[in-house]
């Protein structure tokens, strides 16, 4: 199955709906930071973050330093920003509200 790269309006929509998304236009992806207490909450965001990738087969690029996650979402196979994404993002955005 094909994964296809979202067209102009998909992403703007996708875009107004993720207040907290940046969109990174060299990668057509989209970015956030996620900054809790300590290193124990952000390494326990990214053990339930790496739970809910495998369930999804959607692995995000992302870093941690002490209590801060830097996260880019792009979908590789599609050569850029798809629905998969933008799901990963609403799921890892329901972790944190």
């Not at 709906?17 to 809790?36: G, H, K, Q």
Request: proline share 2%.
């Amino acid at each position: 199955m094909s994964i296809e790269p979202l067209n102009e309006e998909e992403r703007a929509e996708a875009l107004d709906a993720l207040d907290e998304w940046d969109f990174d236009e060299a990668r057509d992806a989209i970015t956030r930071t996620f900054t809790f207490a300590d290193f124990s909450a952000a390494f326990g965001f990214m053990t339930r973050v790496a739970l809910l990738a495998e369930k999804m087969d959607h692995h995000p690029e992302w870093s941690n330093v002490w209590n801060r996650v830097d996260v880019l979402l792009t979908t590789h196979e599609a050569g850029g920003l798809s629905h998969r994404d933008v799901d990963m993002a609403g799921a890892m955005d329901a972790l944190v509200d």
